[in-house]
Structure formats: structure tokens, C-alpha cells
């Protein structure tokens, strides 16, 4: 694929818009694994990132990623025109069967990126609210934006209180849930740490969630198991059997 | 086309090309249908089998360092019983030499494996992982001792009937003297190098990088280490090798064959191109080509 666009949207976080040559494919929760240097071995490995966005008709692929090691640094400098090798359609992505339903999308950090696609895909069909979660305003600005632009109700949580909610996002969904909201479905993305605690959450309130996990890839095809994760239903591959997987059956390291 | 005999014979398997996936890299020969096509491969060795179920070690079991990579995945595997239930089925038809790799905790271990494969008609060797960095008991602890090295590769060799390779490690003073050990044990095969014990310490964190804290190092990284054992044993001792160790492109395997291997084992780079394998054999066609040779076999051990 060509680079289209590859620009700064936030502090060290930055949108690429990738342009496939013949048909652009995925499904919302599913990741590309991105090689970001073909004439070096540093970095060796692909890095996945969840996609954004896809514009089948102008066969337009989007991600959005926070620079945050050697591999996000050489890609921010990635210019326009430029060839990128992509391995794509990876992963099961998220469940898109719920229709007439109450909906919550709640991302945290860079877990908010495959939200968007989602919510799009699903936001005619269902009620949804957007819960979006950083340490402040200036890294949700971007996203905040791209939500506000559906027909959905978006609420906003930061650490330091400088947009929306004054806390975690866990916080503002325990609030939430708390004034009586009705809730069907979660969707959920984001630091380990908070979909742990949403686990907890979910499973006293009973309600259905899926939760997309992160971990450290090799291959991004299932081949090397760096990324196995433990569930109740034994051990799972995230690049594979996941990234999206039931809440309640990830097993968490203590 | 003027495509080059690109045919190897070893011991008794018969590859169309000098190119081997690496255990565990590989899955089990159907994961990557979808990057490549299998049967244009020289050979396929599978992910390592034990007797019992593993699932493997805790997350982060992979770091990446410079032109390398560290991995501590702990052998994760059905273990022996749901490997003939459910791998052999999807396996046996493929026409193409199948090895299957094989890790025990114990000599009896390492046997009973052997034995249970023997009856299995669609695997065609048994590569004997005396070399795994990653678990505690056995592993690499029977693949630094040359004694213990005799003894498993004795062992299995009263069990198995086909071709024994045995895996090496590089984590030894003297590579020669465990690929002597296992020739005298029985070993009709040596391949090498598996990982170099490593690590990866995080700065802001200031601890390991890996759950495990160790990991195996492979990658461009490893490539001059891994071809000087090759070349060291190819000097020393009369037995087949299958070379591997950071092998990326066509030149990185044509140089381990100069050294003296009759076939390369290709692993990282599939991980980062899942369809480097294929790649890496036409560009050894390439060299030959290019080089007017019509036969790969020509180039084994030249240079020495």
C-alpha cells in the first residue's frame, strides 16, 4: 500500500491514511501488521495497529498510533507517496450482531482507535455511547472530534480534568452505570490494567462485553505464540483466535 | 525459466530444495497456507512437541533488540497424545519431508516421544531439541553436556527408525565436541544453531524486558556465530547440517552452505515475512544462476 497521508493529530500521536492499489478489506476490531523498514533489520519485527477507519470506495486505510519506541519513531517520519508492505485482514475483529440495542464503546488511550470503525458500522443500527479516556484534553481532541461527528453520545474522562469526566474512564462507566443507565453491550479497548477492572465490573453487573487486547507480537499470524493469552477456554493466540475477546473469560496475570 | 538443480539428499530425505522452516516457526505446517505454499519448501520442521501439554511462559515472552529478537515462549504445546489426534490429520497428505521437533524434561522423556512417532508414516525424521533456552529442566541443560547429548541421541536411536537430528546449542565452548557426541550417540543429522541465551532490561521500569528474564536470541544478530559453528563442525566431523541462525535472504543461506551445510533452516525471517522462505530458495536459484552453477549440491562446504 501508499502512504497517503501520515500527519500529527496529537502530542506523539499521528494518523496515517494508507491507499490500497487494488481492494481495501478488514473488519472493525481486526489489526494490520506494518513493516516499517525494508532495507534495514532495525526494526526486524512488524508492528500491528488496529484500523481506524476504511473507505472501501476510495480505498482508504487508517490508523492512528502514538509514537512510543524506535518502531512509531521511524514511522512518524514516513513520507507521503511512499510504499509501506502491510500484511492485512488480520485478527477475528469485533462482534457486529447487535442491532436495536444499547451500546457502550468505551476506549482508553490508543484503545479508542478501532472504536471508531466500529461505531461507524454499527451506530445506525443501535444506540450507542462513546466513552473516551486519556490523561488529558489534548490527546482526546482528535478523537472527540471524529465521534462528535456521529450520531452518538460521546463522553469524555481525563486524569488532570481538563475535558469531561475527572478520573479514570472506569470511573465515569461505574458512574454511569450507577444513575440507572441502560446498558446492553460493551465494547471495550485499552490498557490492561483498565480492562481488568472493567472484568470485575462487568461480570457484578452483568452485562456482555468484549474486550480487545493488546500484547507484544512477533509474527502477527499465529505462528511464533508470543501473544497467547490465557481464557477459561484455554490458551488463546491474540493475533489470531483474537484481538477481541469475551471480557469475562480473559484471565489476567495477578 | 533455467531453473537450477536445486535437489538435496538427506541421509534418506529427499528435499527439492535446500530450505527448511526452523521449529517454531512454522506452527504446524497449515498455519501460514495463506503467505505460501508448503510443498515448495525443501522440508518442514513443526513446532515442539512434549508429552504433556505446555502453555508456555508469562507474557512479555517476546523483545525486540537490534537486527535480533529475544523469545522466551516456553515450548507452548498440545503435548504428544492431541498432537497425533489433531495435527497428523492436517498433516499427513502434504507431499513434502516432514520433521517433527521434539523436547522432553528427561531421557525418558525424550524416548517415549521418539517411540510414539516411530508409527507415524507422514513424519520423516525427528529433530531432538537438546537446546531449548526456555524451560527449566532439561533443554539446554542436556544440550551443553556432551555426555548427556550421548545418551538421549543413544536412546532415541534404539527407538527410532528413521532419521535423527539433533538440535544443537549454541550456548557451549566447543560446538564440535557436542556434534561429536551426538554422531556417536546416533544422530545421522546435526542441525544448529538454536537460540543464544539473552536478555532486554527495560530502563523505566528497571527490570527484564521478558516475564522470563532470559530469552533466546535469533535474527541477523546471530547469523556470524551460527556460521562459524557451522563451518567448525563441516571441518570436523563427516555428517550432514542443517544451518541456521539469522538466515534473511538467499545470500545468508548460500553462505551457510559455503560453510558446509547441506540444507538452511529458515526462522525469524518468516516472521517478519511470512513467505521469506519461498523467496530465500529463488534467490538461491539466483546466485546459481548468476554464478553459473548448475547443481546446489556444488556449493556445500566451498568454502573451506
Known amino acids: ?254 | 525459466m533455467n531453473e537450477k538443480n536445486l535437489n538435496i539428499k538427506l541421509v534418506n530425505l529427499q528435499l527439492k530444495n535446500p530450505v527448511v522452516t526452523a521449529s517454531g516457526t512454522f506452527g504446524f505446517g497449515t498455519e501460514l497456507d495463506d503467505y505460501l505454499s508448503v510443498t515448495n519448501l525443501g522440508a518442514i520442521t513443526l513446532k515442539g512437541i512434549t508429552v504433556e501439554e505446555s502453555k508456555g511462559n508469562a507474557l512479555p515472552r517476546i523483545a525486540e533488540t537490534p537486527a535480533g529478537i529475544l523469545n522466551s515462549i516456553g515450548l507452548e504445546n498440545p503435548g504428544i497424545k492431541k498432537f497425533k489426534e489433531e495435527v497428523i490429520p492436517e498433516i499427513k497428505n502434504l507431499k513434502i519431508p516432514i520433521i517433527a521437533n521434539i523436547s522432553g524434561y528427561s531421557i525418558n522423556e525424550f524416548v517415549q516421544l521418539a517411540d510414539s512417532l516411530e508409527s507415524e508414516k507422514c513424519i520423516d525424521a525427528i529433530e531432538v531439541n537438546v537446546s531449548c533456552p526456555n524451560i527449566k529442566d532439561g533443554g539446554m541443560a542436556f544440550g551443553t553436556d556432551t555426555n548427556m547429548i550421548y545418551k538421549v541421541t543413544k536412546e532415541v536411536s534404539k527407538v527410532y527408525s528413521g532419521p535423527i537430528i539433533v538440535k544443537l546449542s549454541p550456548n557451549v565452548t566447543d560446538i564440535v565436541e557436542m556434534a561429536q557426541a551426538a554422531a556417536e550417540g546416533g544422530a545421522n543429522i546435526i542441525s544448529l544453531i538454536n537460540t543464544l541465551l539473552g536478555m532486554a532490561i527495560n530502563i523505566n521500569k528497571r527490570k527484564a524486558v521478558l516475564a522470563n528474564t532470559f530469552g533466546g536470541l535469533s535474527g541477523p544478530a546471530v547469523k556470524p556465530i551460527a556460521l562459524r559453528m557451522v563451518y567448525q563442525i563441516y571441518e570436523a566431523i563427516d555428517i550432514p547440517i542443517i544451518g541456521m541462525g539469522g538466515i534473511m535472504k538467499g545470500k545468508d543461506a548460500v553462505e551457510f552452505l559455503l560453510a558446509g551445510a547441506s540444507a538452511v533452516g529458515v526462522g525469524t525471517a518468516t516472521l517478519r515475512d511470512p513467505a521469506a522462505s519461498i523467496t530465500i530458495i529463488s534467490e538461491i536459484n539466483e546466485y546459481l544462476k548468476e554464478n553459473d552453477i548448475d547443481n546446489v549440491g556444488e556449493i556445500i562446504g566451498k568454502a573451506h
Open chain 1, 1 to 254: 500500500m501508499f502512504v497517503k497521508n501520515n500527519e500529527k493529530v496529537g502530542p506523539d500521536i499521528y494518523k496515517m491514511v494508507l491507499k490500497a492499489e487494488k481492494k481495501i478489506e478488514g473488519n472493525p476490531g481486526q489489526f494490520i501488521h506494518l513493516k516499517i523498514n525494508n532495507d534495514s533489520y532495525d526494526p526486524l519485527l512488524r508492528r500491528p495497529f488496529s484500523i481506524f477507519d476504511i473507505n472501501e470506495k476510495r480505498k482508504f486505510l487508517t490508523i492512528v498510533y502514538k509514537v512510543c519506541g524506535r518502531g512509531t519513531e521511524l514511522m512518524k517520519d514516513i513520507k507521503n507517496g511512499d510504499e509501506v508492505d502491510i500484511l492485512n485482514n488480520l485478527g477475528n475483529g469485533f462482534n457486529l450482531k447487535n442491532k436495536n440495542k444499547n451500546i457502550i464503546l468505551i476506549g482508553g488511550g490508543m484503545g479508542i482507535a478501532p472504536l471508531y470503525f466500529l461505531a461507524k458500522k454499527i451506530y445506525k443500527i443501535n444506540k450507542l455511547m462513546v466513552l473516551l479516556g486519556a490523561k488529558n484534553n489534548e490527546e482526546l481532541d482528535f478523537m472527540n472530534d471524529k465521534f462528535s461527528n456521529l450520531d452518538v453520545e460521546v463522553y469524555n474522562a481525563t486524569i488532570d480534568g481538563s475535558l469531561g469526566f475527572k478520573g479514570t474512564i472506569v470511573e465515569l462507566l461505574k458512574d454511569l452505570i450507577i444513575d440507572e443507565q441502560e446498558i446492553d453491550y460493551i465494547y471495550s479497548c485499552g490498557p490492561t490494567v483498565m480492562l481488568k477492572e472493567m472484568k470485575s465490573l462487568v461480570i457484578n453487573e452483568n452485562i456482555e462485553a468484549e474486550a480487545s487486547l493488546e500484547e507484544r507480537m512477533g509474527c502477527g499470524i499465529g505462528v511464533c505464540l508470543s501473544c497467547t493469552v490465557r481464557t477459561n477456554n484455554g490458551n488463546m493466540r491474540v493475533c489470531k483466535e483474537g484481538p477481541i475477546f469475551p471480557l469475562k473469560e480473559v484471565i489476567f496475570d495477578e
